[in-house]
Every structure is written in C-alpha cells, then in structure tokens.
T-cell receptor, first 113, second 114 residues
C-alpha cells in the first residue's frame, strides 16, 4: 500500500547518458513534486505539477524535463547527465495548492560516474 | 529573502533530554511553517506544522514555538528518545499562494544517546 513510489531506487550511470525516474502516487492527490537532495542533505524543489499543469519550475538546467501523463504520475527525464547531478531525487504529492501535507516517496539515489 | 536558516547543523542529546532546533526566515509573506523528519534511506515525513496566527502548537512530545515579530520558529522535542534520532528540516511556504512551494532549511542531524 505504498502511497508514493519511485523507480528505480538506485541508478548508477556514466556521464553523458540519459536516464528517467518514475513516480506514482495512489493517494488521489492532484499535485506532485520533484525535489533534489544533495550530499549535504539540502532539499530543494525542482518542479511541481497541479492537475498535469506545471506550476513550479525552479532554476533547473533544461536537461531536466518533467512529464506528467496523468495526475497520479510524474516522471523526470535527465539528458546528458553530469557529475553534479549525483543526488537523491524525491517525488512528493499533496492535495491542492495550499498548505496541505506533502507526502514524499522513498527517493532515487542517482550516481553519475 | 527566500532563505530559511536552520541551526544547529547537528545536535547530540541524552535520552530524556530536550532537543531544540531553531529556524529563521526573512520573507514576511510566508504563512505556513512545517517541520519534516527524515530517517536514513527514507523520504521526509511531516512531523508538525504551524501557521502564524498562533504562537505555539503541541503534538505529543513535539512543540513548535513561533515568534512572528522576530521571524523565528523552533522545534522542541521533550523527553527525547533514541527513536527520535533523525534529520529534521524546518520549512516555510505560502499556504494561500498560487503555488505550494516550500523553502526548506538546511537540516539538523539529531542523535539521541541512550
């Protein structure tokens, strides 16, 4: 009964490759997010979608492209991976745009060699 | 102005003691202040949250104190237990805004010694 799930949990790849991370939530929420947590554990919002509409797009390189096929899914595709992209990526979801609780997934640890 | 400053970076407390983590913000438009708890290898999970119309909120052993004039808020963990050992993040957001963007603090690694 996982609320927010991500695949894969670990991703090891070479510089220059393209990779995708998938996220699914079964909470019936209409808003989903991608966060990046760096090696110092700093947590920063990257993107947010509400009803498949992009509502938050932080200053993220355009090598990162989110895609929301429906309200329950938000995928993250990364082109031309760089060493600095190594981090833990968290997907989250919430109901509505207000101050409702954000539920986080277990994270995807991306290592770029 | 979008930053949320959190201290200390790490904290060691004896079992049964009080853990205190402090945060400060600059943007007076923020009106939602949650605390998230993260265990190793897991995603953050909401612990407790407060809105600026109250100065304190308590849930079990966890209390948020909020000082609107000083633009500061803190988390107090009473009777700290080894199971509380985790990283704690404060955050600030605009609850009524067009987005639900949260700005997170830098995190505090809490270790409760038995």
């Amino acid at each position: 009964d996982t609320a927010v799930s991500q695949t894969p949990k670990y991703l090891v790849t070479q510089m220059g490759n393209d990779k995708s991370i998938k996220c699914e939530q079964n909470l019936g929420h209409d808003t989903m997010y991608w966060y990046k947590q760096d090696s110092k554990k700093f947590l920063k919002i990257m993107f947010s979608y509400n009803n498949k509409e992009l509502i938050i797009n932080e200053t993220v390189p355009n090598r990162f492209s989110p895609k929301s096929p429906d309200k329950a899914h938000l995928n993250l595709h990364i082109n031309s991976l760089e060493l600095g992209d190594s981090a833990v990526y968290f997907c989250a979801s919430s109901q509505g745009r207000g101050d409702n609780e954000q539920f986080f997934g277990p994270g995807t640890r991306l290592t770029v060699l | 102005q979008q930053q949320v400053k959190q201290s200390p970076q790490s904290l060691i407390v004896q079992k049964g003691g009080i853990s205190i983590i402090n945060c400060a913000y600059e943007n007076t438009a923020f009106d939602y202040f949650p605390w998230y708890q993260q265990f190793p290898g897991k995603g953050p999970a909401l612990l407790i949250a407060i809105r600026p119309d109250v100065s304190e909120k308590k849930e079990g052993r966890f209390t948020i104190s909020f000082n609107k004039s000083a633009k500061q808020f803190s988390l107090h963990i009473m009777d700290s237990q080894p199971g509380d050992s985790a990283t704690y993040f404060c955050a600030a957001g605009l609850g009524g805004g067009a987005t639900n963007k949260l700005i997170f603090g830098t995190g505090t690694l809490l270790a409760v010694q038995p």
